[in-house]
Nanobody
Framework: QVQLVESGGGLVQPGGSLRLSCAASGSTLSINTMGWYRQAPGKARVLVATITSGGSANYADSVKGRFTISRDNAKNTMDLQMNSLKPEDTAVYYC?????????WGKGTLVTVSS
């Protein structure tokens, strides 16, 4: 089992910034991919960004140039720096951890971008 705890969501004005964090604990693997997904009201959950344990990052086109994903393998943590936030970024953001045959999700943290 891998436990994921997200933090850092909240309310921010358009153009503002937020930083999300995810901490993994339990039966973690040395080779894994962590990522952020989001789900807006009435919509499907979609990929925001992922990063491998080797440091290779991948971003959705909608967030490229605005969001930056990073991780600390020693601490089993992952961050998402979100800049230039837009109302359409409003969603519940979920941390994901996968490796081998395992795939775990956090409970999610709400990000609301509104004036």
């Amino acid at each position: 089992q891998v436990q994921l705890v997200e933090s850092g969501g909240g309310l921010v004005q358009p153009g503002g910034s937020l930083r999300l964090s995810c901490a993994a604990s339990g039966s973690t693997l040395s080779i894994n991919t962590m990522g952020w997904y989001r789900q807006a009201p009435g919509k499907a959950r979609v990929l925001v960004a992922t990063i491998t344990s080797g440091g290779s990052a991948n971003y959705a086109d909608s967030v490229k140039g605005r969001f930056t994903i990073s991780r600390d393998n020693a601490k089993n943590t992952m961050d998402l720096q979100m800049n230039s936030l837009k109302p359409e970024d409003t969603a519940v953001y979920y941390c994901n951890y996968r490796g081998g045959l395992i795939n775990y999700w956090g409970k999610g943290t709400l990000v609301t971008v509104s004036s």
